[in-house]
């Protein structure tokens, strides 16, 4: 279980990887779905260039493909995007604490000293 998490956790983190990706993140954000062709014509990109990245969000599971008769609409997971938080924080909390006892121990004054 915990290398599966991990597998889907690198997916995630290499698809926010790409600006161009992250943007389109942040442009669904929003909350509406949007089609390849708006997403596209919003960041000047070709359908397929477009395309190829919304692929690689959606295996992230970081987009979710509705498809209403032809049209593709394209919405944010935001539990994906809250897993990657979730990671993110338990390490910057473990960074945190290793530092402040690194301060702690450099603060005291030297054994010798005393």
Known sequence: MAMRRVSNLDRVFRALADGTRRSVI?????????????LGRRFRSAQPTISRHLKVLERAGLVQRIVEGRVHRFELRQSKLAEARAWIARHQAFW?????????????PPRHAR
């Open 26 to 38: 942040h442009e669904l954000a929003r909350g509406q779905a949007r089609s390849a062709g708006q």
């Open 96 to 108: 945190e604490g290793a530092v402040d006892q690194l301060d702690r121990i450099l603060s005291e």
